[in-house]
């Protein structure tokens, strides 16, 4: 190893504080370091590759090293390279928030940038909060979202965020958020009670308990529903046939906003551009980040119904709301360059033409037995992890923990595959790899998944 690399290695040892990380797991090893990326690829500080099976996180639409998105944002920094959208425009910001307003669904025309897919939901919150009081409900202010859901960091966004472990430590939160079901059909039966639904019951009992929750907290105190296309947390949950349908008709019955949290499922993951295209709905509000510039610059956005804008047009009334970066010149100028790229490699059609072959590999799973689910949809999905397959017994707490962190995790990384081995809910590996990815990534995939959960079972 060259003294360069020993440098950067000490660097990030001594000073760099890591992400949702343990720092004791590396007490005694290497902190991985990604150097680069190609393709479908990444490759470390040694030298050797990994398939990117996480495409970063659920973020490198185009793949990595697209030369023309380093290009643009470098030729964007020698225009302007930084200037607020506080009472000024500036040309990149109005191009990419006219080219997005094309692609949504409905009117959902209105777009308010941010930096990331946590201020998204945050300003989605406060949007239905301040809109709400401008109309004349000013009791309105409560949030719906579901279990193990992941919605973002910030403490709106925590608050809203289903999974327990993420919250304790900074509570309290934001006061007015709700849990309901989540669309989780592979354990409907210990959800409901209610032995055998089929997944278009399950969907619309789950429906339901946002119909039950509404009236139960007062239909005058409730502003909003956030719900994913399909949940990320938990791994990979999509919804039953009908269930947005059924939830969209909900919202609308209680005057209550459906907010689409697409940060993970808007720009091709689905194989659309949004999230909510791929089943058939159209929200009020969606939030939506990571994919628009295929992580070349960070970028996120909440994209409103133009109703909701409407009652800020006229007075003195403002969104007392924003963000320094947000819209960013040099962001929003990777952000077109990147849908050039999807219209031009027709990275949708690319997706939905190799979904049953994706599909098709990962159920080829389900022989192991470790193996109880497969679940996602596009380039989006999860494998539930099960000691049982006939009674789907799930591992205990120690199990999960000698399971993934202590083999799984590290075992599908030295095996040449980067993804997610997760436990926010029942134990599940995470796939979503760059979306110009085909049938020999997927073959590399299977290939690797099989011998690791192999080995995996052997050692339980």
Same mark, same amino acid.
């Given at each position: ?8 290695l *000490? ?10 990380? #343990? ?12 150097? +680069? ?5 990444? $490759?470390?500080?040694?030298?050797k #590759? /990994? ?10 639409q ?37 080219? =997005?307003?094309? /692609? ?7 777009v308010?940038?941010?930096?990331? !897919? ?12 301040? $809109? ?57 039966? @210990? ?13 619309f ?26 949940q990320?947390?938990?791994? &990979? ?9 059924? =939830? ?5 019955? $209680? ?7 697409e940060?993970? &499922? ?21 939030? &939506? ?14 994209i409103?119904?133009e109703?909701?804008? @409407?009652?800020? *047009? ?8 924003? /963000? ?10 990777v952000?077109?360059?990147n ?8 990275l949708? !059609? ?19 037995p ?34 993934l ?6 075992? =599908? $990384?030295?095996? !040449?595959?980067? &993804? +997610?081995?997760?436990?926010?809910g ?12 085909g ?5 590399e ?8 959960l192999?080995?995996?079972w052997?050692?339980?």
């Amino acid at each position: 190893m060259t003294q360069p690399e020993n440098d950067v290695l *000490k660097a990030a040892e001594d000073h760099l504080w890591l992400h949702f990380t #343990r720092h004791s797991s590396y007490q005694q090893a290497e902190i991985p370091t990604i150097v +680069r990326g190609e393709g479908s690829y990444i $490759y470390d500080i040694h030298g050797k #590759r /990994y398939l990117d099976g996480l495409a970063g996180l659920f973020v490198v639409q185009a793949g990595h090293g697209r030369q023309e998105l380093a290009e643009a944002a470098a030729k964007q920094a020698q225009e302007l390279a930084f200037f607020p959208l506080w009472s000024y425009a500036h040309p990149k910001a109005a191009e990419l928030a006219q080219r =997005l307003a094309s /692609y949504t669904p409905g009117e959902l025309d209105r777009v308010f940038f941010t930096t990331g !897919g946590g201020e998204a939901v945050e300003s989605a919150w406060k949007l239905a909060k301040q $809109y709400f009081k401008l109309v004349g409900k000013p009791l309105k202010h409560k949030v719906i979202s579901r279990q193990i859901a992941y919605h973002g960091t910030p403490q709106g966004a925590l608050a809203i965020t289903g999974i327990p472990a993420f919250k304790e430590m900074f509570e309290p939160l934001v006061p007015g958020s709700i849990r309901v079901p989540n669309t989780n059909h592979y354990r409907a039966d @210990e959800i409901t009670g209610v032995k055998g639904m089929s997944p278009e019951e399950y969907g619309f009992w789950a429906a339901e308990r946002v119909a039950r929750a509404i009236e139960m907290e007062g239909p005058d105190t409730v502003a909003a529903v956030f719900a994913e296309p399909v949940q990320n947390a938990g791994g &990979c949950f999509p919804p039953a046939p009908g269930y947005f349908q059924r =939830l969209r008709e909900i919202c609308d019955e $209680y005057d209550v906003l459906l907010v689409s949290d697409e940060v993970i &499922c808007a720009f091709g993951r689905l194989g659309t551009m949004f999230g909510g295209q791929k089943f058939d709905y159209v929200p009020d509000i969606i939030t &939506c980040a990571k994919g628009l510039t295929s992580g070349y610059s960070p970028i996120g956005a909440m994209i409103a119904h133009e109703r909701l804008f @409407e009652p800020f *047009k006229d007075g003195d009334t403002m969104f007392a709301h924003g /963000y320094t970066f947000g819209g960013h010149p040099v962001s929003a100028a990777v952000a077109l360059a990147n849908l050039d790229i999807f219209e031009r490699e027709d990275l949708l !059609g690319h997706v939905t033409r190799n979904e049953p072959l994706f599909k098709e590999t990962l159920d080829g799973l389900r022989d192991l037995p470790i193996v109880g689910d497969v679940r996602g949809s596009g380039y989006f999905w999860g494998i539930e992890l099960v000691k049982d397959k006939t009674t789907k017994e799930t591992f205990d707490a120690e199990e999960s923990e000698r399971l993934l962190r202590g083999f799984l995790s590290k075992a =599908l $990384y030295e095996a !040449g595959l980067y &993804c +997610r081995a997760d436990d926010r809910g029942d134990p599940v590996i995470q796939l979503a790899p760059p979306l110009i990815a085909g049938p020999e990534e997927f073959a590399e995939i299977g290939s690797i998944l099989r011998n690791v959960l192999t080995e995996a079972w052997a050692r339980l």
